[in-house]
């Protein structure tokens, strides 16, 4: 290639990324990108049209319609001048003349033009269709959204005809598959492709892929207000008569699965205190409680209270009140009734009379977060060490859990194992799909994933299915929304599902600090701060709590807290120094506040867990949508001592 001087060019002089957030760099990699939001548009109509001139009366008309015509003459002529001045040596490629303006392309590096080049046997950059064109240059000028809207339409059409041509070359099912899931993922209404993914999985023998990929089909048709054609309702119509029946069966046999828990009535203590104080404690636990699938509840009654006959249940929760002048205290006591009515977790509650029946409902809450881990993680290890002769679906899943909270690898990989298994012998089973899903997020979050794509697309696969078969579980819509959030880059999609999950069970603190974290990916820190340190507050004792310390760790560290991300992250460090996320913000922390000695010791022990670990590919995963937030964390990372490759 040669420079606009005859010399052979070294490479480009203007980096240009217009697909999201508008990128523009140097030749040395410098941000060169103008601060006047319309000199930014200026250059991308520039680059848009290149080595076309443009007419400097078409740039008024689209970015300054509302002008005089020598008013908007005047504010083109700032924009070029801004220009000439920020661009540097890429000014070389800027010609203007009195009538036009237009960019040379010899050394201009524009990322649409990889949708011009590619060919069906090139892989799609799928990063171009995460996020629309210009998507921070909206709202500028009634002429240039409609200008902006046409271009998008033009580079969505592009990706589909690529995608499509992909998809008919393909040479096997697996690559149908995969040239499918990106026509989707351009396209999410486009039936051919979803006919195209059943297909490929069916040819593939893999029924229940083809399955997910039906309701998948339907769920995203019917949110378009479309219905899914004939055709494609023939392809698995067998299938789909076969899930009705086998959801039928065993929606019984899940439910005589679940673990079972007694509620007392509440005792009340000492003289002082008064049998009508919260007479709905146990009720509201229920309530609370039940709203956590795996867990069927039941209240007993003040006669079985006074016997104390011990009820058939694996546990018992128990409640009694104590009252001073002006305040009352309530213990609540959970009691494994398998292993000699153990207590194996209590709290207490302590307040003003001022408003009990706030009280009642802090104390259901928080009740309820509190125990789910903890029956979780008790009944696996109990599962584990004596397993059943014949396993079902919920036993295999209970199995896996301990290992997937404690995050260490062999087991990680059993845990895996365990929850394939439960969804192979139950297809219809929403957690076991909830819970697997969850597995691949962490295992591509860890760099465990031998191949990060098709663990991503599977952990989406299951997260979906988890919901299509029970809309009502609120953590498989958590986990669903966090998948879109972290492993697909949508966290406006993951915040509506995530406000669903909590609508479903506001005692899970899982959903909260998956909301927060949507909330911290779209920049709203504040937002993100509050929903995080709700998790924290109902279950502060969480076999996860390293992960909603990491998760805080994020938004203080993109508002500029550094002391208290530094704490959150160290928290979380001491925790499971196993969990590489935290490594990465606490890495960044450090060098943000310029702290070499310590930096160099996260950093050697961040690439002994992930070796392949750089600048570009924490900015390839990270599914920050602020530009600036990119940068800061950029940052972080580079004065820490992190390569950029």
Same mark, same amino acid.
């Given at each position: 290639?040669?420079?606009?001087?005859?010399?052979?060019?070294?490479?480009?002089?203007?980096?240009?990324?217009?697909?999201?957030?508008?990128?523009?760099?140097?030749?040395?990699?410098?941000?060169?990108?103008?601060?006047?939001?319309?000199?930014?548009?200026?250059?991308?109509?520039?680059?848009?049209?290149?080595?076309?001139?443009?007419?400097?009366?078409?740039?008024?008309?689209?970015?300054?319609?509302?002008?005089?015509?020598?008013?908007?003459?005047?504010?083109?002529?700032?924009?070029?001048?801004?220009?000439?001045?920020?661009?540097?040596?890429?000014?070389?490629?800027?010609?203007?003349?009195?009538?036009?303006?237009?960019?040379?392309?010899?050394?201009?590096?524009?990322?649409?033009?990889?949708?011009?080049?590619?060919?069906?046997?090139?892989?799609?950059?799928?990063?171009?269709?995460?996020?629309?064109?210009?998507?921070?240059?909206?709202?500028?000028?009634?002429?240039?959204?409609?200008?902006?809207?046409?271009?998008?339409?033009?580079?969505?059409?592009?990706?589909?005809?690529?995608?499509?041509?992909?998809?008919?070359?393909?040479?096997?099912?697996?690559?149908?598959?995969?040239?499918?899931?990106?026509?989707?993922?351009?396209?999410?209404?486009?039936?051919?492709?979803?006919?195209?993914?059943?297909?490929?999985?069916? =040819?593939?023998?893999?029924?229940?892929?083809?399955?997910?990929?039906?309701?998948?089909?339907?769920?995203?048709?019917?949110?378009?207000?479309?219905?899914?054609?004939?055709?494609?309702?023939?392809?698995?119509?067998?299938?789909?008569?076969?899930?009705?029946?086998?959801?039928?069966?065993?929606?019984?046999?899940?439910?005589?699965?679940?673990?079972?828990?007694?509620?007392?009535? *509440?005792?009340?203590?000492?003289?002082?205190?008064?049998?009508?104080?919260?007479?709905?404690?146990?009720?509201?636990?229920?309530?609370?409680?039940?709203?956590?699938?795996?867990?069927?509840?039941?209240?007993?009654?003040?006669?079985?209270?006074?016997?104390?006959?011990?009820?058939?249940?694996?546990?018992?929760?128990?409640?009694?009140?104590?009252?001073?002048?002006?305040?009352?205290?309530?213990?609540?006591?959970?009691?494994?009734?398998?292993?000699?009515?153990?207590?194996?977790?209590?709290?207490?509650?302590?307040? =003003?009379?001022?408003?009990?029946?706030?009280?009642?409902?802090?104390?259901?809450?928080?009740?309820?977060?509190?125990?789910?881990?903890?029956?979780?993680?008790?009944?696996?290890?109990?599962?584990?060490?004596?397993?059943?002769?014949?396993?079902?679906?919920?036993?295999?899943?209970?199995?896996?859990?301990?290992?997937?909270?404690?995050?260490?690898?062999?087991?990680?990989?059993?845990?895996? =194992?365990?929850?394939?298994?439960?969804?192979?012998?139950?297809?219809? #089973?929403?957690?076991?799909?909830?819970?697997?899903?969850?597995?691949?997020?962490?295992?591509?979050?860890?760099?465990?994933?031998?191949?990060?794509?098709?663990?991503?697309?599977?952990?989406?696969?299951?997260?979906?299915?988890?919901?299509?078969?029970?809309?009502?579980?609120?953590?498989?819509?958590?986990?669903?929304?966090?998948?879109?959030?972290?492993?697909?880059?949508?966290?406006?999609?993951?915040?509506?599902?995530?406000?669903?999950?909590?609508?479903?069970?506001?005692?899970?603190?899982?959903?909260?600090?998956?909301?927060?974290?949507?909330?911290?990916?779209?920049?709203?820190?504040?937002?993100?701060?509050?929903?995080?340190?709700?998790?924290?507050?109902?279950?502060?004792?969480?076999?996860?709590?390293?992960?909603?310390?990491?998760?805080?760790?994020?938004?203080?560290?993109?508002?500029?807290?550094?002391?208290?991300?530094?704490?959150?992250?160290?928290?979380?460090?001491?925790? #499971?120094?196993?969990?590489?996320?935290?490594?990465?913000?606490?890495?960044?922390?450090?060098?943000? *506040?310029?702290?070499?000695?310590?930096?160099?010791?996260?950093?050697?022990?961040?690439?002994?867990?992930?070796?392949?670990?750089?600048?570009?590919?924490?900015?390839?995963?990270?599914?920050?949508?602020?530009?600036?937030?990119?940068?800061?964390?950029?940052?972080?990372?580079?004065?820490?001592?992190?390569?950029?490759?």
């Amino acid at each position: 290639m040669a420079d606009v001087d005859g010399s052979v060019a070294a490479g480009p002089l203007l980096r240009l990324t217009l697909c999201g957030q508008m990128q523009a760099e140097d030749s040395a990699g410098r941000d060169i990108l103008p601060r006047s939001r319309k000199t930014r548009a200026v250059l991308a109509v520039l680059a848009l049209a290149a080595p076309k001139p443009v007419l400097r009366t078409r740039l008024t008309r689209l970015l300054w319609s509302a002008r005089a015509s020598e008013q908007a003459r005047g504010s083109l002529r700032q924009s070029v001048y801004e220009l000439q001045h920020i661009l540097g040596d890429a000014v070389a490629l800027l010609r203007t003349t009195r009538d036009h303006l237009m960019l040379l392309d010899e050394r201009l590096w524009l990322d649409t033009r990889r949708l011009s080049s590619s060919t069906p046997e090139q892989s799609i950059d799928m990063g171009m269709f995460r996020a629309p064109l210009l998507e921070d240059l909206d709202g500028l000028d009634p002429a240039f959204d409609i200008w902006l809207a046409e271009q998008r339409r033009q580079i969505l059409h592009r990706g589909i005809q690529l995608a499509e041509a992909a998809l008919a070359a393909g040479q096997d099912a697996n690559d149908r598959r995969i040239s499918a899931e990106q026509l989707l993922a351009i396209e999410q209404t486009h039936e051919g492709g979803w006919q195209a993914l059943i297909r490929a999985n069916l =040819e593939l023998r893999d029924r229940t892929a083809a399955r997910l990929a039906y309701d998948r089909c339907v769920n995203t048709l019917a949110g378009a207000g479309l219905l899914p054609s004939r055709e494609t309702s023939e392809l698995l119509r067998s299938t789909s008569e076969l899930g009705t029946a086998v959801t039928s069966a065993t929606a019984s046999a899940t439910a005589d699965h679940r673990v079972r828990l007694y509620i007392l009535p *509440l005792r009340v203590l000492g003289s002082n205190s008064s049998g009508s104080l919260m007479p709905g404690l146990a009720e509201e636990l229920s309530a609370a409680i039940s709203r956590f699938r795996w867990i069927a509840c039941s209240v007993g009654s003040a006669q079985s209270q006074a016997g104390w006959q011990v009820p058939d249940a694996d546990y018992m929760l128990d409640a009694t009140l104590q009252r001073g002048s002006n305040r009352v205290r309530v213990i609540v006591r959970l009691l494994d009734l398998q292993f000699g009515s153990n207590v194996v977790w209590a709290h207490s509650f302590d307040s =003003e009379t001022t408003d009990l029946l706030a009280l009642q409902r802090t104390i259901a809450a928080e009740t309820a977060a509190h125990i789910d881990p903890q029956m979780l993680l008790r009944e696996g290890d109990r599962r584990i060490g004596r397993p059943s002769a014949v396993p079902h679906a919920f036993d295999l899943t209970l199995r896996a859990i301990p290992s997937i909270y404690r995050l260490e690898p062999s087991g990680f990989r059993a845990a895996g =194992e365990l929850l394939a298994a439960a969804v192979d012998l139950d297809p219809t #089973n929403a957690a076991a799909h909830a819970w697997w899903a969850y597995w691949h997020l962490l295992q591509v979050g860890q760099a465990w994933a031998t191949d990060s794509l098709a663990a991503t697309q599977r952990a989406g696969q299951l997260a979906e299915r988890a919901v299509t078969l029970d809309p009502g579980d609120a953590r498989a819509l958590a986990l669903v929304g966090h998948v879109r959030a972290f492993l697909h880059r949508q966290p406006e999609e993951a915040c509506v599902l995530h406000e669903r999950a909590l609508s479903l069970n506001p005692a899970l603190p899982l959903a909260w600090c998956y909301s927060g974290l949507a909330q911290c990916y779209l920049g709203l820190h504040d937002a993100a701060i509050m929903q995080i340190s709700r998790a924290q507050t109902l279950a502060p004792h969480d076999p996860h709590a390293f992960f909603f310390d990491t998760a805080l760790m994020m938004p203080y560290f993109l508002r500029g807290d550094f002391e208290k991300a530094l704490v959150s992250g160290r928290r979380a460090m001491e925790l #499971n120094p196993g969990f590489t996320s935290t490594h990465k913000g606490y890495l960044a922390t450090l060098g943000q *506040l310029g702290r070499v000695t310590e930096a160099a010791r996260v950093l050697a022990r961040l690439l002994d867990l992930e070796p392949a670990f750089c600048i570009r590919s924490a900015l390839q995963r990270s599914p920050m949508k602020r530009l600036s937030d990119q940068r800061l964390y950029a940052e972080g990372l580079r004065r820490a001592g992190l390569p950029e490759d």
